[in-house]
């Protein structure tokens, strides 16, 4: 019985390799020669992090593996690219496993490749088509007034959904991020004005600062993650409603948050979100000016900076959507620790 599992690890396409409580390699199958490079039976014994030569290799095993080592390259092959898995099981032992995901990066990168080219090629002819629609007065053909109307919705649209497949395609190609000073007060000030240039006085606005920090990041980026959720709030707060943005900070993380009383999302639909062209409701989200991408891009630009996106959530009550940071991401500010815009 022993025999027929061994056998059947050795024929795994995935390596494998025992290991000891000292962290010694015990046994391992055939496929951790061809990808993690050890050789029978000198490598046995010895320690895993000497044997195998993967940068990070011996810091991920002494703080116990928890989460999987991804895309490390084969030492063996720069080509193959590894994800790594540590599973404990009895006193101490673990077992070590490398899958080769270079054909499933691969087909990743073909696809992110294929959305930004794509995007690129319809931003030319969608400027065309749109500038030509400018020179067009609907007035002065008033039996085609509506139609040209809806063509220059549609076509406002269309180029906003490219300029927004060109931003998720740049944030998926990025790996790090400018590292600079993103000032708070001037930001949630801008933000404020964009609001109120939105609502065009169907909202009360309102915003406030607490704490003394800044962030760390990029500007470009964070803005527009944080105006994503400003312009929800203000199209899917119906007349009269009220949206408050929100910055605290303390030795702990800071939060950017955006709170409206707005329609409000029920508890099914809020894990899809983040998912790109997600929408609670198309129709809604299309006559509003969407391209629900927007939430796409506040999650990429958030994983960036470490960050992540917290929503709660009451149908009828209203939405808060959070940015939630870590204090890693916080600089001290110049400014005010405390400080009501309106
Ligand atoms: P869209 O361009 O459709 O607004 P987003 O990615 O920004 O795309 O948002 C995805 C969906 O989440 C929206 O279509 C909408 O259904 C829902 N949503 C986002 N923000 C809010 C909000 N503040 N209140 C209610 N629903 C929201």
Not at 114 to 142: K, M, W
Not at 143 to 160: A, G, Y
Not at 216 to 227: K, P
Request: charged letters at 25%; hydrophobic letters at 40%; aromatic letters at 4%.
């Amino acid at each position: 019985m022993l025999r027929a599992f061994r056998d059947a690890a050795v024929a795994l396409p995935d390596a494998m390799v025992a290991v000891d409580e000292n962290h010694r390699i015990a046994w391992f199958n055939t496929a951790a020669g061809s990808l993690l490079g050890l050789q029978h039976p000198d490598n046995l014994g010895e320690l895993v992090a000497d044997a195998i030569a993967i940068p990070g290799l011996r810091q991920w095993m002494d703080e116990g593996g928890i989460d999987p080592l991804t895309d490390v390259t084969a030492p063996a092959d720069a080509e193959v690219h590894l994800n790594l898995r540590l599973i404990p099981y009895s006193e101490g032992h673990s077992l070590l496993l490398a899958r080769d995901v270079s054909q499933i990066l691969r087909v990743e990168k073909m696809r992110r490749d294929f959305v930004a080219n794509v995007s690129h090629e319809l931003r030319t002819p969608l400027t065309v088509v749109h500038g030509y629609l400018d020179l067009i007065e609907p007035e002065q053909i008033p039996e085609f007034e509506s139609i040209i109307r809806e063509l220059r919705s549609q076509s406002r649209r269309m180029t906003q959904i490219v300029e927004d497949l060109l931003t998720l395609s740049r944030l998926d190609a990025e790996e790090a991020l400018p590292k600079s000073r993103v000032a708070i007060r001037p930001l949630v000030t801008t933000l404020h004005r964009d609001a109120e240039g939105l609502s065009r006085g169907r909202h009360t606005i309102s915003s406030s600062i607490k704490g003394g920090h800044d962030l760390r990041g990029s500007s470009r980026d964070l803005y527009s993650a944080f105006s994503n959720l400003v312009s929800n709030a203000v199209r899917y707060t119906p007349v009269g409603g009220r949206i408050h943005i929100v910055w605290i900070s303390d030795s702990n993380g800071g939060k950017l948050s955006v709170t409206d009383t707005g329609h409000g999302i029920s508890a099914q639909h809020l894990p899809r979100l983040t998912e790109r062209f997600y929408r609670v409701s198309t129709s809604r989200s299309r006559e509003t000016g969407g391209t629900g991408l927007g939430l796409s891009i506040v999650k990429h630009v958030l994983q960036l900076h470490d960050a992540h996106l917290e929503i709660e959530s009451e149908l009828g009550v209203g939405s808060t959507f959070s940015c939630v940071f870590k204090p890693s991401q916080l600089l001290p500010s110049e400014f005010a620790a405390e400080e009501v815009l309106e």
